[in-house]
């Protein structure tokens, strides 16, 4: 049976899907740019402006949680799945910045950065996935679960592709401010899959919860 959510109840549901729409719409842009590394700078301002968007949903949240007496989980646990939500917005849109401020279209192998970002991109659309199904956590809570899992595979996958994105770089980049440059963008990039893993574990813990 599906439980009933009252209004004040539902709102926090909103702001959830309002924040993984644009994680996933910031990780295609991200996408988009490592495929055709064109316009860097008009997708960095599209970038700013949501996560922007992005701050201005958590502080709705936030207001939200201190002004409602309803909720459907822990105050807690709303505040933190939505602020690891904002952190992933966060981190793509410092992605591209570094991609704009470093001048940096593409290291000479780009395989494992492509790889990389498509990895972070589709981790993305698991969390969208998860979040979308939280309103029927009680008929749903199996596929949430297995979407948690997915996610936290992805995670593994970049702390691979990253490994292995840096030996590369290593010993294929003689200069040696190209190194440094591409390095920092590929633990930016890493840091931001290790968000998605944290909203996975707190999804899954809600899962544990509230069944």
Same mark, same amino acid.
């Given at each position: 049976? &599906?439980?009933k959510l009252? =209004?004040?109840?539902d ?5 959830f +899907?309002e924040?993984?729409e644009? @994680?996933?719409?910031?990780a295609?842009?991200l996408l988009?740019f ?5 316009d860097?700078q ?7 402006r ?9 502080s709705?949240?936030? *207001?939200q949680? !201190? #002004? #409602?007496?309803i909720a ?8 933190m799945?939505?602020?690891?939500? +904002?952190?992933i917005? $966060?981190?793509?849109?410092? /992605? ?6 470093? *001048?940096a279209?593409? =290291?000479k192998? =780009? ?7 498509? &990895?972070l !991109?589709?981790?993305t659309r ?7 199904k939280? =309103?029927e956590? %009680?008929?749903?809570? $199996?596929?949430i @679960?297995? /979407?948690?899992?997915?996610?936290? /595979?992805?995670?593994?996958e970049g $702390? ?7 030996a590369?770089?290593?010993? %294929?980049t003689?200069?040696? &401010? ?7 963008i ?12 944290? @909203? #996975? +574990?707190?999804? *899954? ?7």
């Open positions: 049976m &599906v439980f009252k =209004p004040r109840e709102k926090f549901f909103v702001f +899907n924040l993984a644009a @994680v996933c719409d910031a295609d842009i988009e490592s495929k055709k590394a064109m860097a008009g997708k960095l301002e599209l970038l700013t949501m996560e922007e968007q992005g701050d201005q949903t958590l709705l949240l936030m *207001k949680i !201190n #002004s #409602s007496f459907p989980f822990d105050r807690e646990d709303i505040l799945l939505a602020r690891e939500l +904002n952190n917005l $966060d981190h793509i849109q410092g /992605s591209m910045e570094k991609f704009v401020l470093y *001048k279209d593409a =290291p192998e =780009p395989e494992y950065i492509m790889k990389l970002i498509a &990895v !991109n589709t981790a698991e969390i969208k996935n998860a979040v979308t939280l =309103p956590l %009680k008929t749903r809570h $199996d596929e @679960v297995i /979407s948690c899992e997915k996610i936290r /595979s992805y995670e593994h $702390d691979y592709l990253y490994r292995a994105g840096i590369l770089l290593f010993e %294929k003689e200069n040696v &401010v190209e190194i440094i440059k591409w390095k920092e590929y633990e930016h990039l890493e840091t931001t899959l290790d968000y998605c893993e944290n @909203v #996975s +574990n707190i999804i *899954k813990g809600i899962t544990v919860k509230y069944v």
